[in-house]
């Protein structure tokens, strides 16, 4: 069973800096996708950043290009999200996820295991 842990989100305002990290379980992890992904209310789940499982390629959503950063170090399970220039319209529930396969897309179906999530929140 693969678990999936978040932390690092909290209250910033706008033009701040985060850094979430989700540590994961299990021998598998370097074999597979990472993404992030944020929900806010209201909304559905939708995506943030995704690494291969080399950590060769990483995609981005539109609204983040530039600001976010998305890295992983497979000696430790661990991937992390650096978020710059905060924007209030950040404000979510971010979710570490890890995908069924060594390349992955956007979509959350493409990913089989999910985290708890924690929440960032960005004031104006």
């Known amino acids: 069973q693969v678990q999936l842990v978040e932390s690092g989100g909290g209250l910033v305002q706008a033009g701040g800096s985060l850094r979430l990290s989700c540590a994961a379980s299990?021998?598998?992890?370097?074999?597979?996708?990472m993404g992030w992904f944020r929900q806010a209310p209201g909304k559905e789940r939708e995506f943030v950043a995704t690494?291969?499982?080399?950590?060769?390629?990483?995609r981005y959503a539109d609204s983040v290009k530039g600001r976010f950063t998305i890295s992983r170090d497979n000696a430790k399970n661990t991937v992390l999200l650096q978020m710059n220039s905060l924007k209030p319209e950040d404000t979510a529930v971010y979710y570490c996820?890890?995908?069924?396969?060594?390349?992955?897309?956007?979509?959350?179906?493409?990913?089989?295991?999910w985290g708890q999530g924690t929440q960032v929140t960005v004031s104006s």
């Open positions: 996820a890890r995908g069924r396969a060594a390349a992955s897309g956007r979509d959350v179906g493409e990913y089989a295991y």
């Open positions: 690494i291969s499982a080399s950590g060769g390629d990483t």
């Open positions: 299990g021998r598998t992890f370097a074999y597979f996708t």
